[in-house]
């Protein structure tokens, strides 16, 4: 009986990471804004591969970028 | 100049592809085009400025914007930004202060966009980077109308960055106010912080707790026993020293005002709980409450989330700082030069071209003002001013560029020195305490009377029970469902507002509205129309001439449509006017250049049948020389829905007009409001102030209805301040509420279901004073077993939220507001 002590241990390690998660979520402020990444996420991006005239690509921009590529193939069938 | 590439735009519905014989709409932003002048192939555009973000648009492959909104009605960029608006975005000092964040190049910054409106909108402003390079990501925060850009300072400026915006549509508004006072949302952020941990800790708490439940003691080894309630105590510690702690805080800060406030039953009940579980716990007496502690304190959080529902776009503490520009262009030795506006001096030689505010009291050196004062007065009508005239803070230039020179402070100047009033520099004393405080004042009071009743019967019976029922009543008592029933009530209230475009600041103000007995309308603005615009002709189109004639007529008649049309028409006035009559109720005419004009009725002016205009207008019959020659439909003054409105207030409050404007309407107010309704005419700011403050010491409860920022005084001093708006997405001055201007013919029933949701409240009250009365009598018995307390606590609360929050929404129903 007495690996209770330890299960217990986990269901708390477990409770807490979710706290843990959920207090992270709240400060990297995904809570802010409850509306517009409804309506971002259903944006195919549109915009053609962009030529490459010089801008460059950073980082966090760039990622986007090459999800959002991936879908264009299924806008010109779509609408 | 632009080279238009070809595009993949489905050609159904799309705007602008209507036929061309109807009414064309402009491709951009969907408007009415007035010709097909402007357009590329079949895409038809109202003005240039939509035509070139269009071209804009199309040259970046940015097309798919037509294509997101079906019922996308762009933002058409027709003020047409006069290209040094901006140059004091160039003034390091400014830049500073709208700046968020910079590292090496990078800058970042936060705009509030007010035009923007829908995905489209969105989708635009987070491809910023595709139109301009310079920029290197740009992030929308809708529900607060802000986009925050990151841009490359090497490459592009702040000034090109808030053109960029401009230029597609979507001007940033930046004021003064907005540079002063940074944003705050931290302390949001701390509630949900406490109630993840209370949720948290009520959770595993409740899990730990069943056996204690469940199993008879003998079942349970002793050792588990004391390791649940042990790690139970280490899970409750920092729901008490954490997410309680506001509830002290709030409570320690009555008692010290000698106010016994909702929190102080609450924080008495939180600190009996946690303090006898303790002892429980320590003593081995018993399993303690602590499940119930921590549940009581994840609802109330709940209730305090719930009731904190606010408008993020909206702001409700604007001052006259918001309305006045950043930068001033300044004339020295013959140079202009742009300066922001704080170090703007008495003796300064200032520039103000179309459009722009005069921000402080100045004379007229140099130039022609025409000076539109509606911010002040609410009076639409321009007023010329000669060289040498003074001009109040405030007007609104009109026509060509003029200099002026500063004779007063900003803060100092007629409009603004209303906010050096008491009224806006102390803490508001405009809410009238809150239904829970003024029942929880009784409440405690009888609690605490229960409580040392009880155990003083108790002590004379058996002395060892009379601490446990004196704890157990503090416990039973803590008014958990009391202090949910209002939040979830008048939040749910609130809510229901905001679909009728009605929207509140807090939660008090529904509280505030339901016990108002006196409306105070201002006029302008508030029970007339704002927009002249629409003044439309009907006939075959005026010359120029013609038009002169018109014009120069109209102007001999201070006729409130008279002005309406005057105002609409654009030209000068050329002529003198040779026998001018004006015979009330039918018309005018005279004699201009030669040619007989007769305006008016059409029985007066056409001598024959009326056209058949459009419910909603007055029709304006214009003759030439005898012969009809069209009319203009004129928007009705008074709001739609008006008279029926005043019809179903007056049986119920005392209503007043304070108007800024002239008592030449009078008579027309009379036919709608009836003779007993007090009206005051030619108000200053401050002399609306005064009235309210008048009423307020007559001890009535006052609601001031108003627009302007001349009303601001008198809505900030009333009970509640409620400013019209006819887009509420522009400014409104500091209120507790704002409603859109086509929600006007519901405000009877708007503020009737205010005080159906304060009779829900005081029902749930009744329910949860059952509970209590339930719960006592187990305390007072000396039965209180945790198992009671648990079941009782969440069974409570959750009932009485689930009546208030379904009663609301029934009722609003029922009253057609839903």
Wanted: proline share 4%; charged share 20%; aromatic share 10%.
């Amino acid at each position: 009986m007495y690996i209770m002590f330890v299960l217990i241990g986990f269901s708390l390690l477990v409770a807490l990471t979710f706290l843990g998660l959920y207090l992270w979520a709240v400060r990297t402020g995904q809570f802010d804004d409850k509306y517009t990444p409804s309506v971002r996420m259903l944006f195919d991006d549109g915009t053609k591969p962009r030529e490459a005239n010089g801008s460059e690509p950073h980082e966090e921009d760039g990622d986007k970028d090459s999800n959002e590529r991936t879908n264009t193939g299924d806008r010109s069938n779509g609408s | 100049m632009i080279n238009v590439k070809p595009l993949n735009i489905p050609d159904d519905n799309a705007p602008g592809d209507g036929p061309p014989n109807g009414e064309v709409l402009c491709y951009h932003c969907g408007d009415v085009c007035d010709g097909t002048d402007i357009a590329i192939g079949d895409r038809y555009f109202c003005c240039n400025g939509c035509k070139t973000v269009y071209e804009l648009l199309a040259e970046k492959d940015l097309c798919d914007y037509y294509d997101i909104d079906e019922q996308r009605s762009s933002k058409s960029p027709k003020d047409e930004v006069y290209e040094h608006r901006y140059d004091y975005l160039d003034d390091p000092s400014i830049v500073d202060q709208l700046i968020d964040f910079s590292d090496g190049d990078m800058r970042m910054a936060t705009f509030k966009v007010p035009s923007m409106h829908c995905s489209s909108c969105i989708w635009l402003l987070e491809r910023l980077h595709s139109l301009n390079p310079g920029v290197i990501s740009s992030r929308v925060n809708f529900p607060r109308k802000e986009a925050t850009v990151t841009w490359n300072a090497g490459k592009i400026s702040l000034r090109e960055v808030v053109m960029l915006m401009a230029s597609v549509g979507y001007e940033p508004y930046i004021s003064l106010q907005d540079v002063a006072e940074k944003r705050k949302s931290v302390t949001d952020k701390k509630l949900y912080y406490r109630i993840g941990v209370a949720g948290f800790a009520f959770g595993n708490i409740m899990l730990l707790s069943f056996p204690e439940y469940l199993a008879s003691d003998a079942s349970i080894e002793p050792v588990f026993r004391i390791f649940f309630r042990y790690l139970n105590v280490l899970l409750a510690l920092p729901v008490f020293f954490y997410s309680s702690s506001e509830y002290f805080k709030s409570a320690w800060a009555g008692l010290k005002q000698r106010f016994l406030n909702i929190d102080v039953p609450i924080s008495l009940g939180i600190i009996m709980l946690f303090s006898r579980s303790i002892y429980e716990i320590a003593t081995h007496t018993g399993p303690g409450f602590l499940d119930s502690f921590t549940g009581l304190v994840f609802f109330l959080l709940i209730g305090k989330i719930f009731q904190k529902k606010s408008y993020d776009s909206l702001n409700f503490d604007r001052d006259f700082r918001s309305y006045f520009p950043l930068s001033v262009a300044v004339r020295e030795d013959g140079h202009e030069r742009t300066i922001p506006l704080t170090r703007l001096a008495v003796g300064d030689r200032i520039v103000i071209r179309n459009q722009e505010l005069v921000p402080a009291d100045a004379v007229l050196l140099r130039g022609e003002a025409n000076i539109d004062y509606s911010f002040v007065t609410g009076e639409a009508d321009l007023i010329a001013k000669k060289s040498g005239d003074r001009i109040h803070a405030g007007g609104r230039q009109v026509g060509q560029a003029v200099e002026l020179e500063v004779v007063k402070e900003i803060e100092q100047s007629y409009l603004t020195r209303l906010w050096n009033n008491d009224i806006f520099t102390k803490p508001s004393a405009g809410y009238l305490t809150a239904l829970v405080d003024r029942i929880s004042k009784h409440f405690t009071a009888v609690v605490l009377l229960i409580a040392f009743g009880a155990s003083a019967f108790w002590l004379t019976v058996d002395v060892s029970v009379a601490t446990t029922v004196f704890t157990a009543v503090l416990i039973v008592a803590c008014p958990c469902a009391l202090a949910l029933s209002s939040p979830f009530a008048l939040g749910s209230a609130q809510r229901i507002y905001g679909n009728r475009d009605f929207y509140i600041k807090n939660t008090e103000t529904v509280e505030a509205l339901s016990r108002i007995d006196t409306i105070v309308f201002d006029k302008t603005g508030t029970l007339t129309q704002t927009r002249t615009a629409h003044v439309r002709w009907h006939g075959p189109a005026l010359g120029e001439e013609e038009r002169a004639a018109v014009k120069s007529l109209l102007r001999q008649s201070t006729h409130t449509l008279s002005r309406q049309v005057f105002a609409s028409l654009t030209g000068d006035v050329t002529h003198a006017v040779d026998d001018y009559r004006e015979v009330p109720g039918k018309g005018i005419g005279g004699v201009v250049d030669g040619r007989r004009v007769t305006i008016g009725s059409a029985e007066w002016a056409w001598r024959e049948d009326a056209a058949v205009v459009d419910a909603g207008t007055t029709a304006v019959y214009v003759a030439l020389d005898g012969a009809p020659r069209g009319h203009f439909t004129v928007p009705n003054l008074y709001r739609e829905g008006l008279t029926e409105l005043v019809t179903s207030l007056k049986p119920h409050y005392r209503l007043v007009i304070l108007s800024g404007d002239s008592s030449r309407e009078e008579a027309r107010l009379r036919t709608v409001f009836g003779d007993d309704v007090p009206m005051h005419f030619n108000q200053t700011p401050e002399d609306k102030l005064a009235y309210v403050q008048e009423l307020r010491a007559e001890d009535r409860h006052v609601m001031m209805v108003g627009d302007g920022l001349n009303d601001a005084g008198a809505l900030k001093a009333a009970h509640v301040g409620i400013s019209i708006s006819e887009n509420i997405n522009t400014f409104s001055p500091a209120c507790d509420g704002i409603l859109s201007a086509d929600r006007f013919p519901l405000f009877d029933r708007l503020l009737r279901f205010a005080r159906t949701s304060v009779a829900i409240v005081k029902v749930s009250f009744g329910i949860s004073f059952a509970y209590n009365v339930i719960g006592l009598s187990f305390a007072v018995a000396g039965m209180l077993s945790p198992l009671v307390s648990a079941v009782l606590m969440p069974v409570s609360s959750v009932s009485v939220v689930a009546f208030t929050t379904i009663a609301t929404r029934l009722m609003a129903r029922r009253k057609g507001l839903m």
